[in-house]
Structure formats: C-alpha cells, structure tokens
C-alpha cells in the first residue's frame, strides 16, 4: 500500500469493536479485566495503553515503516525518555544546533544525571567519527538540522554507528515521514514532535519514538513512556490519527510553497543567504536530494543587516504571524536567536520561517512588504 492509502486506513481496526469508520474516542481510564487481570487486547489503565493511543501508534510505526512507536505528551518527553534509557556514564553526540530545548534538556537535566554529551558540526561523518569515545552509545541526527538547516547523510553515520556498535536517532520531525525515511537509511529510531507536521494545525502537542527493531533498547524506551507517565491523551491521540490522514497532501503543499517562498528570498537583495536544501546552492543539497524526497516546509534566511533590523523585519509582517514552532497550515516566522536564548549558536540577524498552506503569492506578498518596509 502506498503512503497516502496507509495514512487513511492504517490502525482504524484497533480497539475498535463497533468497527466505526472512524473510531470513538475513548476516555476510560480503565478496562475490565478477567481473573487472570487480562482482557482481549491487554488494556488495563490508560497510562499503560489506550485504544486511541495504540492506534495512533500503529499508524506512526506504519508510516515510519519500523515495528512499533511509542507515543508521549510532547516532543520533549520523547527525547527525555530515549535519553533516559540510556546508563548514566554514557556518552552521545548531537548537532551543536540541535532543537535548543532538547540542547538545554540534555545540559540542564541529562547531564546533571550523569549522560555525557558533544554537541558538534554533523556535516561531515569524519567529524562525527573523531568524537567517538570508548563511552559513546548513542549518535542524534537531526536533518535538516533546527535552525541553520544542515544536513547529515544519514546512510554514512548509521553505517558508522553500526560498525561501532552504537544506536542512531533521527529527529524526523521537520521532514515527516513524507519527505524522510531514516528507518530504511538504516537508522535505528525516529524521534517526533507530533506538536509539528502530524498534528499540522497548532493546535495538540505530542512526541514520539518509532523502532526499527523492538530490541531491549526500545523496551526501556516504552518502560519509561509507562513509568515516567508523559503520555499523550486519548483525545489528543484520536486528533492526531485524524490529522496525519491528510498529512501527505498537506506535506506535499508544504514543499511546493516553502520551494517558492525560498526562491522568492534568494532574489531579494535585503537577504544575504537562503538556507533551504532544496536550492542547489545549499552546501547540503546532494545529500538531501539523496535522502529527501521533498524538502520540507522550513526555511531561514540571513537578513542583510543586523540583529536590530531582522527583528524589525518579524515585526512588518501582517499574514505570517510572529510566532514560534512550526508545521501548522498557517505559515509563522521568529527572530529566531531572541527565542533560543543562552547557548544558542544561531547568527544574530536569522529568521526562521514555517510555510504554511496559504497561497503562495499572498505568503509573497507579505514577505516584500516585511523586507522592504
Ligand atoms: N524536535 C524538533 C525538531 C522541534 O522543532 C521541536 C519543537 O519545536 C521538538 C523536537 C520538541 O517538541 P515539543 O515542542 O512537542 O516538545
């Protein structure tokens, strides 16, 4: 089956007695349970399994095209709990400009419990390689990377990590299962924010963690899901099954705005770089066009001035609204440093764009009026 049929039908049958074409919702804590404390699909309380949420699950892992995903309340939580199912004394890398609140929960909590980090350039797997330690378990890909757009040949580190004996994650948020598939290019997790492209209309925040293998690593990681307790609601999990049926036509408008929208900038003589992989000038764009089959509906760009006049130019706009995150229908932009704060490596004068589903031309249209005001 292809992607669009499988985001439409996949995971409907689970927990779904009535045999609904579109499954209730499920607020029931609790589920009786015969003398044995079982019943028919081992749903017990709600923190444990939920009809909604094993459907939801059944459809990223489908999607993803791994054995299984675990779905938390947020994007964080997720990372948290991948992280958590590591030992303390281990060591990872990731991108120096990761997500800046999976940054600042790596050095604010992990480390405090003992998980070693370096935070590097992914650009080159030679680099990735030379910061391997005799500690290390876990490589974290994020490509294209949360804000300077850099892109990890995904096929090349998880080659690497395989010979080394170490797990490999990708944040798979930005590009969605749409653009990017890191589970057939050999990477051993996927991480999302559902909060982004899945739930689509910024409106429900959720995470996740698909399996390639469901090996004692992922075991830990749904442990934790049980244990630690940050799971996503049943209402919240019905939304987003019902999002992610037009994520593919929703993604594929994304990439065909966000291609206009970047070459729109590239033009402007008010923006000195464009950083999107899908223009050829992108130092990335082989490996993304290796690796991408769309990409994606994320772009920052350098304004040609300074840190005072690119948060002028977030200000002018009157469709795109000055916002943070990314991946609803509405298209949203920030200064995006003044949001990172302490420990951002992002330039001063950088705006980060999300391409929304309106026209093009309008998204155009306010974007001369913010540059040139
Ligand atoms: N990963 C990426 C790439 C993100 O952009 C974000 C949020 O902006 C997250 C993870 C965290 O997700 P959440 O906000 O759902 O916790």
Not at 301 to 329: C, M, N, P, W
């Amino acid at each position: 089956m292809r992607f669009e049929t499988k985001a439409i039908h996949a995971g409907l049958s689970i927990g779904n007695p009535s045999k609904a074409i579109i499954p209730p919702i499920s607020p029931s804590t609790i589920f009786e349970i015969d003398a044995e404390g079982r019943n028919d699909e081992d749903l017990h309380y709600t923190r444990l399994g939920n009809p909604n949420r094993l459907q939801f699950e059944h459809l990223l892992a489908t999607l993803e095209e791994g054995e299984a995903a675990a779905a938390f309340s947020s994007g964080i939580a997720a990372a948290t709990a991948v992280l958590q199912a590591l030992d303390p004394g281990d060591h990872i890398i990731i991108p120096e400009d990761v997500y800046a609140g999976n940054r600042k929960m790596v050095t604010g909590i992990m480390n405090r419990w003992g998980l070693e980090s370096s935070f590097i350039n992914m650009t080159s797997v030679e680099t990735i390689e030379e910061h391997i330690k005799p500690n290390t378990k876990l490589i974290w890909i994020e490509t294209p990377s949360n804000p300077l757009m850099r892109i990890t040949d995904i096929a090349a580190v998880a080659e690497l990590a395989e010979s080394r004996g170490l797990k490999t994650i990708v944040d798979n948020t930005w590009p969605s299962p749409v653009n990017q598939l890191p589970l057939n290019l050999g990477a051993d997790l996927v991480l999302h924010s559902t909060s982004k492209y899945f739930g689509g209309h910024s409106d429900i925040l959720g995470g996740a963690v698909v399996a390639k293998k469901q090996d004692d690593f992922y075991e830990r990681i749904t442990f934790i899901q049980k244990m630690g307790g940050a799971v996503p609601s049943p209402q919240d999990c019905w939304m987003l099954s019902r999002s992610t049926r037009t994520l593919a036509y929703r993604m594929r408008g994304h990439n065909e705005h966000a291609a206009k929208v970047a070459d729109y900038l590239s033009n402007h003589k008010k923006v000195a770089v464009v950083y999107y992989p899908g223009l050829e000038s992108h130092p990335g764009h082989d490996i993304a066009k290796k690796q991408m089959s769309g990409f994606g509906g994320m772009i920052s760009f350098l304004v040609d001035g300074d840190q005072q006049e690119s948060i002028a130019v977030v200000g002018r706009s009157t469709l795109i609204k000055r916002a943070t995150s990314l991946g609803g229908v509405e298209s949203t932009w920030e200064h995006r440093q003044s949001s990172e704060g302490e420990g951002s490596v992002t330039p001063l004068n950088m705006i980060r764009i999300s391409i929304g589903l309106e026209h093009p031309d309008d998204i155009i249209e306010d974007l001369d009026r913010a540059l040139s005001g």
